[in-house]
């Protein structure tokens, strides 16, 4: 169990050091801030014709913060605005530390540990939940969560 650890950890901190999609675009996008933690994540997206095209985010951080974003993207980017949805919905019970198969979610497997810190849950999600706002319509806007 330690090396699966080990390298959640690494993967979780290559996204930190080396993050995919990094940096605004100029389309529509979700400004969120978590105040209790300081985490501070902008994600937007190009989508068309039901897919999304580009997908990018700015922001700072802890490095779970910053390595889900980047995950995120990676995962996100060229699929369909419902493939999107369902595994945004698959992060959120992985995080929480439910049964489930979440092969599809890539990388974004490195981050099931924060269920076992309940604190560290909105670190994970927040990006996701830019994301999932602006894939609904709730776009150029800045909230706290």
Same mark, same amino acid.
């Given at each position: 169990?330690?090396?699966?650890?080990?390298?959640?950890?690494?993967?979780?901190?290559?996204?930190?050091?080396?993050?995919?999609?990094?940096?605004?675009?100029?389309?529509?996008?979700?400004?969120l801030k978590n105040p209790a933690?300081?985490?501070?994540?902008?994600?937007?997206?190009?989508?068309?014709?039901?897919?999304?095209?580009?997908?990018?985010?700015?922001?700072?951080?802890?490095? @779970?913060? +910053? *390595?889900?974003a980047s995950m995120l993207c #990676?995962? !996100?980017?060229?699929?369909?605005?419902?493939?999107?949805? $369902? &595994?945004?919905?698959k992060f959120y019970d992985l995080?929480?530390?439910?049964?489930?198969?979440?092969?599809?979610?890539?990388?974004?497997?490195?981050?099931?540990?924060?269920?076992?810190?309940?604190?560290? @849950?909105? +670190? *994970?999600?927040?990006?996701?939940?830019? #994301?999932? !706002?602006?894939?609904?319509?709730?776009?150029?806007?800045? $909230? &706290?969560?």
């Open positions: 169990m330690d090396n699966l650890r080990n390298l959640y950890q690494a993967v979780i901190m290559d996204h930190y050091h080396n993050p995919h999609n990094k940096g605004l675009k100029g389309y529509p996008k979700m400004h933690c300081g985490d501070d994540i902008t994600i937007e997206a190009e989508v068309q014709d039901g897919v999304i095209k580009h997908i990018n985010h700015q922001g700072n951080g802890c490095s @779970i913060c +910053c *390595a889900s #990676l995962l !996100m980017e060229g699929k369909s605005v419902s493939f999107a949805k $369902k &595994e945004i919905s995080v929480q530390g439910k049964d489930g198969d979440y092969d599809s979610l890539g990388d974004a497997n490195s981050l099931a540990g924060v269920a076992k810190f309940p604190a560290r @849950i909105r +670190c *994970a999600t927040i990006s996701w939940k830019a #994301l999932e !706002m602006v894939l609904e319509g709730d776009v150029d806007e800045e $909230k &706290e969560i």
